[in-house]
T-cell receptor, first 108, second 110 residues
Framework: KNEVEQSPQNLTAQEGEFITINCSYSVGISALHWLQQHPGGGIVSLFMLSSGKKKHGRLIATINIQEKHSSLHITASHPRDSAVYICAAFPGGSRLTFGEGTQLTVNP | NAGVTQTPKFRILKIGQSMTLQCTQDMNHNYMYWYRQDPGMGLKLIYYSVGAGITDKGEVPNGYNVSRSTTEDFPLRLELAAPSQTSVYFC?????????FGQGTRLTVV
């Protein structure tokens, strides 16, 4: 069993829909990252969370430390949001542990 | 501030050839990592380093070597390239829960 699990693996949505991607982890962490990887490969850090909720534009990330669960929400989705979204757990100053990623496709 | 810089961006190797993927960071981060990402798959850790002079194996170290003579540089060496090493390679660095990634190196072994 992976230490970090994401769901769903693939997600197709229509433009404008509200999207949720989930991440569960089994390790103790000091922080959790949500990363975005576009076709062409570059990886960008969207959020780093250690508690609560963060918002950036149409993106919202939440984390529940007790339940070891985090969610990434996209409001009013757009085709340019199409990418792979990766959850990565940071077990306290050590190496990142990645989920397998969620391939999101938003159709116009 | 350049962040994490990887070179080259693309490379085609013949089976049995060797090459070094370069990774440099200018943020004075102690932790550095090499990951590979196969098509449609997640990131897998090859090697990591917690500081100059210290390296350790990750999940998939076979066929690779690393060194960390300085805080800034963390090169990844392929000695005898094999088709199974065709992948996209990412270097990353981290400090106090913040992680930064290079742009990736797309390697094809033919």
């Amino acid at each position: 069993k992976n230490e970090v699990e994401q769901s769903p693996q693939n997600l197709t949505a229509q433009e404008g829909e509200f999207i949720t991607i989930n991440c569960s982890y089994s390790v103790g962490i000091s922080a959790l990252h949500w990363l975005q990887q576009h076709p062409g490969g570059g990886i960008v850090s969207l959020f780093m969370l250690s508690s609560g909720k963060k918002k950036h534009g149409r993106l919202i990330a939440t984390i529940n430390i007790q339940e070891k669960h985090s969610s990434l929400h996209i409001t009013a989705s757009h085709p340019r949001d199409s990418a792979v979204y990766i959850c990565a757990a940071f077990p306290g100053g050590s190496r990142l542990t990645f989920g397998e990623g969620t391939q999101l496709t938003v159709n116009p | 501030n350049a962040g994490v810089t990887q070179t080259p961006k693309f490379r085609i190797l013949k089976i049995g050839q060797s090459m070094t993927l370069q990774c440099t960071q200018d943020m004075n981060h102690n932790y550095m990592y090499w990951y590979r990402q196969d098509p449609g798959m997640g990131l897998k850790l090859i090697y990591y380093s917690v500081g100059a002079g210290i390296t350790d194996k990750g999940e998939v170290p076979n066929g690779y070597n690393v060194s960390r003579s300085t805080t800034e540089d963390f090169p990844l060496r392929l000695e005898l390239a094999a088709p199974s090493q065709t992948s996209v390679y990412f270097c990353a660095s981290s400090y106090s829960d913040n992680a930064f990634f290079g742009q990736g190196t797309r390697l094809t072994v033919v």
